[in-house]
């Protein structure tokens, strides 16, 4: 089943928690601290747009790539909003292309755990060497396995948000590192303002979407790093921002392109 399409209108609303503001500073400090402080950077599972704009917000010129055209939808409304000026391309991050080189990617939000093959996920990480600039710095994210086995596990999870509402169903198949995610969502019908009465009932659609995501381990992530030509710097737990231990949740990880010349 595709994902992210009936959740994608409700997708920040529930995302609410995520500290998106806290991550961007990080994310602008680290790029900084590798030698980016501006120029032409890419949001590689950008989704709603919420981390490119902010990224925009500090000067650099933003491209974002997402598979989902619904959750590019919204955020070329809040580009709209911004003004800021954002590239967003309709791609798949295993085959992404993009018309030159920038001087850094960076992936949150555990967009890579998508990617539910090493080898499909070491292709990834081959893009991205290919379209950094010489020396330029690959930023993300992922959920560890410790995270999906540990602690979300099989485990069901429901919010009502009022105008929405979720249930989610978690379970990890430990031997073949998958995490699935059922969602069942309930949204509220908008009614028309010639019918719209406070007499009337509140009536909910119901949409249902499968999630996969993979557990990596750290030194997974290094391997296919190093075996995609990239050279990995440091990471960081995403929680701590020290450096990340066997309990680790999420981490973020920061690599160099290696390969190319310098002009």
Same mark, same amino acid.
């Given at each position: 089943m595709e994902?992210?399409?009936?959740?994608?209108?409700?997708?920040?609303?529930?995302?609410?928690?995520?500290?998106?503001?806290?991550?961007?500073?990080?994310?602008?400090?680290?790029?900084?601290?590798?030698?980016?402080?501006?120029?032409?950077?890419?949001?590689?599972?950008?989704?709603?747009?919420?981390?490119?704009e902010i990224l925009a917000g500090y000067g650099y010129d933003m491209i974002g790539v997402d598979n989902s055209e619904d959750m590019l939808e919204l955020a070329m409304e809040k580009r709209i909003e911004s003004g800021h000026d954002i590239l967003y391309l309709l791609q798949d991050m295993r085959e992404f292309e993009l018309y030159g080189t920038v001087r850094a990617v960076v992936s949150v939000c555990d967009s890579v755990n998508y990617v539910t093959e090493p080898e499909g996920l070491e292709e990834v990480f081959r893009l991205v060497n290919n379209y950094l600039d010489p020396g330029g710095i690959f930023l993300f994210d992922f959920n560890t396995d410790y995270k999906y086995r540990e602690i979300m596990g099989d485990c069901t999870i429901a919010e009502d948000r009022g105008e929405c509402s979720f249930i989610w169903d978690n379970y990890y198949y430990e031997k073949e590192r998958i995490n699935e995610y059922d969602l069942t969502l309930?949204?509220?019908?908008?009614?028309?303002?010639?019918?719209?009465?406070?007499?009337?009932?509140?009536?909910?659609?119901?949409?249902?979407? /499968?999630?996969?995501?993979? =557990?990596? %381990?750290?030194?997974? #992530?290094?391997?296919?790093?190093?075996?995609? @030509?990239?050279?990995?710097?440091?990471?960081?737990?995403?929680? /701590?921002?020290?450096?990340? =231990?066997? %309990?680790?949740?999420? #981490?973020?990880?920061?690599?160099?392109?290696? @390969?190319?010349q310098e002009e």
């Open positions: 994902a992210y399409t009936s959740f994608a209108a409700v997708y920040d609303t529930f995302m609410d928690n995520v500290p998106y503001k806290e991550w961007g500073e990080f994310i602008h400090c680290m790029l900084c601290k590798y030698g980016v402080k501006d120029g032409l950077a890419l949001d590689l599972g950008c989704g709603t747009g919420t981390m490119t309930f949204i509220q019908e908008k009614n028309s303002d010639e019918i719209q009465s406070d007499h009337m009932p509140q009536l909910y659609r119901k949409y249902k979407e /499968t999630h996969y995501q993979r =557990g990596y %381990t750290l030194k997974e #992530i290094r391997e296919l790093l190093e075996n995609a @030509g990239l050279v990995f710097e440091a990471a960081y737990d995403m929680d /701590t921002k020290e450096e990340p =231990g066997d %309990t680790a949740e999420r #981490i973020c990880v920061i690599a160099r392109e290696s @390969g190319k």
